[in-house]
């Protein structure tokens, strides 16, 4: 594919900066570059590089396209590899990316039926942020997302709420609670928070902090952690408390307790939703979300 290779080639230069170290890293003939590229701006109408013995740089034009250009590469790639494997008539491969909390359950239970349906499908589990998920997803690097939303992925992407949790808190053993072994808001934020940075979640993060002003009390976040377990280790060094799905109940964390939260009705849900590309025909990344039912059908 011409156009591909031409693309390619336009972000070697730009990445090299000069038309005779991207032939060198190419392992191509410079004219041969050279041409490529005369013919790449003679197509799209504009000049993409100045060029002076010093090298060759971006022109404005070149700056406005070359981060479209990069994520265009990535998606051929990543479709070039769909078709190959298709080609081999493979069982496919799916790459999930995954926060910490889809491990709990819908993670595991959801790989198991899949593997029956798809006995001979290839797997790639990452765990990432939901910032590095969301990324992944527009690059074409991960086939689909298991992460908190709202968040905000760009192209023409599928959403499916997968589960809405409350949340608990979550204390250092050694500090003491009530009789009804429940927390107050109030205890809490004196503690101080543990949780996952603000660019990460913010949403989320938003609603908590915001919870806490409705009641009356101003809450900040001490220490940030951007894994759950990261959080659990922060909580049981006495960094201060946090605020976990209930499905982190699944988890035995030396050091630890979790509460419920005795005026906690303000907080925002935590929900984990299934995010992946939409497709003109079906990928195996929707069946793989099939197997998720429906979280208003499941917990209507």
């Avoid at 039926?113 to 990432?128: A, G, Q, Y």
């Avoid at 050694?174 to 543990?194: F, H, I, R, T």
């Avoid at 990460?200 to 002003?213: C, D, E, H, K, M």
């Avoid at 630890?256 to 009705?265: P, S, T």
Wanted: with cysteine.
């Amino acid at each position: 594919m011409e156009a591909a290779r031409n693309l390619r080639y336009f972000l070697a230069v730009a990445d090299a900066g000069s038309v005779t170290r991207a032939a060198d890293r190419l392992g191509i003939a410079q004219p041969a570059l050279s041409q490529a590229l005369t013919r790449l701006e003679r197509d799209l109408g504009v000049k993409l590089f100045n060029r002076t013995r010093r090298g060759a740089a971006l022109t404005s034009a070149g700056e406005a396209i070359v981060d479209d250009i990069r994520l265009s590469v990535a998606r051929i790639d990543a479709a070039s590899h769909r078709a190959r494997e298709i080609g081999a008539q493979r069982g496919g491969r799916l790459t999930i990316g995954f926060v910490s909390a889809a491990l709990f359950e819908l993670l595991p239970k959801a790989i198991a039926d899949l593997r029956r349906e798809v006995p001979n499908v290839e797997l790639v589990l990452k765990e990432m942020s939901n910032a590095e998920q969301a990324n992944a997803l527009e690059k074409g690097e991960i086939d689909i997302g298991m992460l908190h939303t709202p968040v905000a992925v760009g192209g023409r992407m599928r959403e499916k709420l997968i589960a809405s949790e409350r949340f608990l808190a979550v204390m250092p053993s050694s500090l003491p609670v009530a009789k009804d072994g429940k927390v107050g808001l109030k205890e809490l934020s004196e503690a101080g928070l543990v949780w996952f940075p603000h660019d990460q979640l913010p949403v989320i993060r938003a609603g908590i902090l915001s919870a806490f002003r409705q009641a009356g009390y101003e809450a900040s976040v001490a220490q940030d952690a951007n894994r759950s377990l990261t959080v659990l280790a922060c909580v049981a060094a006495g960094c201060g408390v946090s605020l976990l799905p209930q499905s982190v109940q699944a988890l035995q964390f030396a050091g630890v307790r979790l509460c419920e939260v005795r005026d906690g009705a303000a907080l925002p849900r935590f929900e984990l939703s299934a995010v992946w590309p939409h497709r003109s025909r079906p990928t195996l990344a929707d069946r793989f979300a099939a197997l998720f039912a429906p979280y208003e059908a499941a917990n209507g």
